[in-house]
């Protein structure tokens, strides 16, 4: 197909293309910034823990070794690398811990290690890196919540990373200064570059976790190159979305909404709905861990009095994350096992991944007093797009006592979000153990004022081991 055709058809990804172009940051509102803000300190956080564990250690020496231009920082690496690399090293190391920011996803895992690989090559400000931020997370939602399948299909097949490819390409596009046209060619080159939906082989299966876990280095990676090989010239099927043989379909969907495109920043940001995590744990357990929280600080009982729990909640937990690890980097998988290490009062965080936890005896015993059940309310609310994530904790004590809790919106989500403080602690808790309290109090100090940095490049050489 030739450039004349290609442009004399008007596809989603040309409306998404100039949607993205059209967003400024003298247009965005000050919560949708702020919301930025907290995303970008949250996502870093997460990226300087997982750089803690083995995989982070395995997967930042691997492309340490590779050779090529010293661009961009591998967070706590000891040298730059190529800016795709480290895009693709940064992405993988946020989601490594699952304590990211979520969207049906990770977002923030794709939005931005991509930003900041680029922002730090270009020496880009921080109000442009706040406005590729936005962005990214703005058209990535959108096209996220358009092709979401039905309940029914998504008990067979659900992709994350590959939809968050398009989060990375607009947001690499932002900060490489694309245009329009150019951002509507990467959108549809980073189609390509998506990872099959691989969701339901992520390991539940066979209770070990592989650990690639959801592919966002890949996404990341692809849409950065969508990004730069547009800058290049690089043509794409901008119809790539539409009809009845468009991404939807390539993505294992059964579903596709018209994507809702206006140009300009709309009265609530993509960024403004977008969940910040307190627990080290897969979102599905997480309402079940605020209950287990809230019974723990308002009843009276004694954790070696406990004969049973009862968790009532949606068919993902009940039927994909009621297992016993056999490894300790699946950990944060297993509801069981969640709800003994929460109930013990250990820390959430790297310290969740520790191995010892497999044999501990009082962690299995109390795991074994877990026992799921389905609700049915709380199925039909999680497969909406505006979802509830609802759980209800019963534990029986010594002498028959009973005490319940149900939770309908978990911690951090927005409609009950973390305070600016408690995500302060969140963050200092992953990096003041790895990169000082100096360091760590600078950064996050820049991060919440990152519109006066006139150069990210700072900011990113602070990550540096």
């Not at 092709?147 to 067979?156: A, D, H, N, V, W």
């Not at 991404?247 to 579903?255: L, N, P, T």
């Amino acid at each position: 197909m030739n450039q004349m055709k290609i442009d004399d058809q008007v596809g989603t990804a040309d409306k998404l293309g100039h949607f993205a172009d059209s967003i400024r940051f003298e247009i965005i509102s000050e919560s949708a910034n702020h919301a930025a803000k907290r995303l970008i300190l949250d996502s870093i956080g997460c990226m300087v823990g997982g750089s803690q564990l083995v995989q982070g250690r395995k997967m930042i020496d691997f492309f340490a070794a590779f050779s090529g231009e010293e661009e961009s920082t591998i967070v706590t690496g000891r040298k730059k690398i190529p800016s795709i690399h480290a895009g693709y090293v940064n992405a993988y190391l946020a989601n490594l811990l699952d304590f990211d920011d979520t969207y049906f996803g990770h977002p923030g895992a794709t939005v931005i290690p991509p930003v900041l690989a680029l922002g730090e090559k270009l020496h880009v400000s921080g109000k442009e890196v706040l406005t590729a931020v936005i962005a990214g997370y703005e058209i990535g939602i959108r096209i996220a919540d358009s092709i979401k399948p039905s309940r029914r299909r998504l008990k067979k097949v659900m992709g994350l990373s590959t939809w968050q490819v398009f989060s990375s390409v607009v947001a690499a596009g932002k900060a490489l200064g694309l245009n329009g046209k150019q951002m509507a060619d990467g959108i549809s080159l980073a189609a390509l570059n998506s990872p099959v939906p691989s969701v339901r082989k992520l390991g539940l299966e066979k209770r070990e976790i592989h650990w690639m876990k959801n592919n966002y280095g890949w996404a990341a990676m692809g849409g950065m190159l969508g990004a730069m090989m547009a800058q290049q010239g690089f043509l794409g099927d901008r119809t790539v979305f539409d009809g009845p043989k468009g991404f939807w379909v390539m993505a294992g969907s059964d579903k596709f909404r018209p994507i809702s495109i206006k140009e300009g920043t709309p009265d609530k940001c993509a960024v403004e709905r977008v969940s910040i995590k307190p627990y080290s744990a897969c979102r599905h357990i997480n309402p079940t861990l605020d209950a287990v929280s809230s019974l723990m600080e308002s009843e009276e009982f004694i954790v070696d009095t406990i004969r049973r729990i009862d968790v009532t909640s949606f068919f993902e937990l009940v039927e994909n994350y009621s297992f016993f690890p056999n490894e300790s980097f699946t950990i944060p998988f297993s509801a069981p096992y969640l709800i003994a290490l929460t109930l013990l009062r250990i820390p959430t965080g790297p310290q969740w991944f520790e191995p010892k936890h497999l044999s501990n005896s009082k962690v299995k015993e109390l795991a074994d007093s877990v026992h799921f059940h389905r609700w049915a309310e709380a199925d039909a609310l999680y497969g909406r797009v505006e979802r509830e994530l609802i759980s209800r904790v019963a534990i029986e004590v010594e002498g028959g006592r009973h005490f319940e809790k149900e939770v309908r919106l978990p911690k951090g989500d927005p409609r009950n979000p973390l305070t600016d403080e408690e995500l302060r602690v969140k963050f200092t808790s992953l990096v003041e153990p790895v990169l000082g309290p100096s360091r760590t109090s600078e950064i996050c100090t820049e991060i919440f004022n990152l519109e006066k940095i006139e150069d990210c490049a700072v900011l990113a050489q602070r990550l540096a081991g």
